[in-house]
């Protein structure tokens, strides 16, 4: 079939305007050209777990003045214990260091609580004030109302956001994984549709159409969809002006991207790309589908905490280093040093793999980064199951299993299964921009507020 379309277009006599050499050039540069930004609309459908509360809704619940209390009495036991502390005390350094470092922690949630408390009492006096019979007075009074409500409402939120469990790894960086799942039909018609598309506009010949073509024959599993979440993430890490560093980029002989691997550092990287692990699938009807028919592929994004090696070491003889020959571009370099590192860390069996530098330093560098990653991720996997339940919506698990986001294309939507989240404009979202921003932020609230309603039934368990 493919030889057939390579004859008919021959016929036709085109020009070619490209290098046949470069067959990279004819999926990315088209591709990136014709995302445009368009009007975006964003809407809420039905949660599947929870409904995003107000501030005064938390603030209604009986539990959360029933925990605000008992940190407020936690706080002045250790103020207490602290100061008739004596020599003769029967009280250890580590200890006495445990409740200095618990006052240092809770110091500013107590001083905002009792901020609270005050703008409560100014309040009261401004609502005794609008009674006054002076119709200066009560326009006055009527003013310092407007104010308090601003800052009651500013205080609340403060104190809700220091009451959240900070995680850990929150501040960390990360290493980001994005590999081909299933769907390899669909990503074969996908190739043939985005190969006539870039020959039609006129951005390649004939003989370079049939090159890509082959990918259809030769490439199994080769999806461009990988590709492009991988390269919306490159794009989210310019957003946010985090470096970007790959650290493998698998492909088939004919470059279809099959797995790819990079570190992002930067303020704040992991805490925002954490809600991005799990299986996201694409939805869409090519048109090569003479029925109509819905095609669909998958493919799954890791996101590990990358620990420094201070805080995460590995022990060096747990470790196998083999080294050989790097595979795929790169001239005669790739055939004549043995510059490809993998690293297999013997008690669990993990691997890890690097060959995008000729250097084969550097690769054993990023493949230690990405194996201490992998194995952190799995530490901290095992202390979170021990302390979380399987009820959550799993937007913190960051568990690789789990179905978390449709690309559908016919519709021009996606949705966030997780909270059921509705975003249109498929391209925009794919520029790894505003709309990716907007939806991590409605996942981080979300994230937010299931953490909070968690402590609060713990704190609730605790007092009975």
């Not at 799954?300 to 747990?318: C, G, R, W, Y």
Request: charge should be neutral; include cysteine; aromatic fraction near 6%.
């Amino acid at each position: 079939m493919v030889h057939k379309i390579f004859l008919r277009l021959l016929s036709k006599g085109r020009e070619c305007i490209w290098y046949c050499q470069k067959p990279k050039l004819f999926i990315r540069q088209p591709v990136t050209l014709t995302f445009g930004r368009t009007v975006r609309s964003f809407h809420v459908a039905s949660p599947l777990m929870m409904k995003l509360l107000s501030v005064e809704e938390i603030f209604a619940r009986k539990s959360l003045h029933q925990h605000l209390t008992k940190v407020q009495l936690e706080y002045k036991e250790c103020l207490q214990a602290i100061s008739s502390i004596t020599m003769e005390d029967q009280c250890s350094e580590e200890e006495l260091r445990a409740k200095r470092t618990k006052i240092s922690l809770l110091a500013p949630l107590i001083q905002s609580i009792r901020d609270l408390d005050k703008k409560y009492e100014e309040m009261a006096e401004t609502e005794m004030l609008l009674k006054e019979e002076d119709q200066a007075l009560r326009e006055l009074a009527e003013l310092e109302k407007e104010g308090c409500l601003r800052d009651i409402q500013q205080l609340r939120a403060k104190i809700l956001e220091l009451l959240i469990p900070e995680e850990r790894v929150e501040l960390s960086d990360l290493v980001l994984e994005v590999t081909a799942g299933v769907g390899g039909q669909e990503a074969m018609l996908f190739t043939t549709e985005v190969c006539w598309n870039l020959q039609d506009k006129g951005y390649i010949c004939a003989v370079c159409l049939y090159t890509l073509l082959c990918f259809e024959l030769h490439a199994a599993g080769f999806v461009c969809s990988p590709l492009q979440v991988f390269e919306m993430y490159q794009g989210f890490a310019q957003y946010h002006g985090w470096s970007f560093d790959i650290l493998e980029h698998m492909t088939s002989d004919l470059g279809g991207l099959r797995h790819a691997s990079a570190s992002i550092s930067g303020p704040q990287s992991y805490k925002k790309m954490k809600f991005e692990a799990g299986v996201h699938r694409v939805q869409r009807v090519p048109k090569t589908e003479n029925k109509g028919r819905m095609h669909t592929s998958t493919m799954t994004v890791a996101v590990l905490p990358q620990p420094t090696e201070i805080s995460f070491t590995i022990n060096q003889k747990d470790l196998r280093i083999d080294t050989k020959r790097a595979s795929g571009a790169g001239g005669q370099h790739v055939n004549t040093t043995d510059s490809a590192v993998r690293i297999v860390h013997l008690p669990t069996g993990v691997v890890a793999e690097c060959q995008q530098e000729r250097s084969q330093l550097k690769n054993r560098e990023k493949a230690m980064k990405a194996l201490r990653a992998k194995l952190y991720s799995m530490k901290l996997e095992e202390e979170t199951s021990k302390r979380y339940n399987q009820r959550k919506i799993q937007v913190g698990t960051k568990g690789r299993s789990e179905k978390i986001r449709t690309y559908n294309f016919p519709q021009d939507r996606i949705t966030d299964h997780r909270i059921s989240i509705t975003v249109h404009d498929v391209k925009s979202f794919l520029l790894g921009e505003d709309l990716l921003e907007d939806m991590n932020s409605l996942l981080q609230e979300f994230s937010n507020q299931e953490a909070l309603m968690e402590l609060l039934e713990e704190s609730s368990q605790e007092d009975q």
